[in-house]
């Protein structure tokens, strides 16, 4: 069945649904191109909802478990009076694993997948963009790709899909993600191709901010150093003073093992007594200067976790540092303990790997 768009999309006017906000990156993407506005979020964490209502004003944030049917109503309710007609949002798929008993999306623990699905089908938005871990679409030889594909063709859907990787879009890190794109206009919309503009590094992202040691910063601080790169100048437009750059107060013994690891090194520094239980090379790692970040998680303030410790100084690097390499402007201000500040960057979409998102679902829509 072919569906008329043009009324809609001509007028490059995306009203957006996002569920599964979290703190916002994805939303934040999308609303730096012209034509795109997030009215509702939805997420069970109240911190992250906290954090994206303070960062979108004019959004309607509703923090509420989606697979309870008063939540579903409200948010069904709320996007219909917003006219919302396009829908994002990466809803967790946790079994994978048990293609074997023939579960698949009927999983329990995919539960909130299908209710993605159920907000789709009873919204019937013109669009929806899904963002999951790349290992959704190669699992088991395709298995869960192709019933995702199943489930939206039946409700009148056509999708395209790819993996993405933020380091091609301008983001200081390599980060692999899905990305589905689905349309009610049978000829699809496309994921875009990498950008061949220069490459950014961790330098360019975080050189300016090269001056704390350990539990120094405060959650509102003046700028210390002007901006050092390009890159650096984008994020700090319009931003006066500077938040969440507070470093963990590390323990004595983690601060003596920072100390022996040489500016950019790892944990080959070390006496093989003082490397822990952790079998990755990377834990205990630097970041390093001219490269792009590994994946920013949620444990980035750990040096255990990973190669997340600051390339010359003896520390984890802060949350305004993780939220540059995600591509976060530093206006925007995360809430909450250390813990959830954490949470909140590392399962963010990298905004600038979401803005060309838009931007292709845009250039297509007006090539329709």
Known sequence: MRYKLEGIISMNNFRILDLFSGAGGFSLG????????TEVALDFDSKAIETFQRNFPNTTCICGDITQEEVKKRVIEISRERKVNMIIGGPPCQGFSLKGKNLGLNDPRNFLFNDYVEIVNRL????FVIENV????????????????????????????????AYDFGVPQTRERAIIIGTLDSRGIQVPKKNSTKKTTVRDAI??????????????????????????KKLRYNSYKLYNHRATNHSKLALEKLAMIPPEGD???????????????????????????????????TPSN???SHPILNRSITPREAARIQSFPDTFIFYGNKTSICKQIGNAVPPLLAKAIALQIKKQSEEF
């Open 30 to 37: 999308f609303d730096m191109v012209p034509g795109f506005s």
């Open 124 to 127: 019937k938005p013109q669009i």
């Open 134 to 165: 790349k290992n959704l679409l190669g699992s088991e030889n395709g298995f869960f790709i192709k019933q995702i594909y199943e489930k939206f063709e039946t409700i009148g859907y056509t999708l395209n899909h790819g993996v993405l990787n």
């Open 207 to 232: 050189s300016d901010l090269c001056y704390l040691n350990s539990g120094e910063g405060r959650d509102c601080a003046e700028y210390l150093l002007p901006a050092q790169s390009e890159y650096q």
């Open 267 to 301: 944990k080959s520094s070390l006496p093989k007594e003082l490397h822990g239980k952790q079998i990755f090379n990377s834990t205990w790692a630097r970041l390093i200067w001219d490269k792009p970040s590994p994946t920013i998680d949620t444990r980035f303030d």
């Open 306 to 308: 990973g190669r997340n």
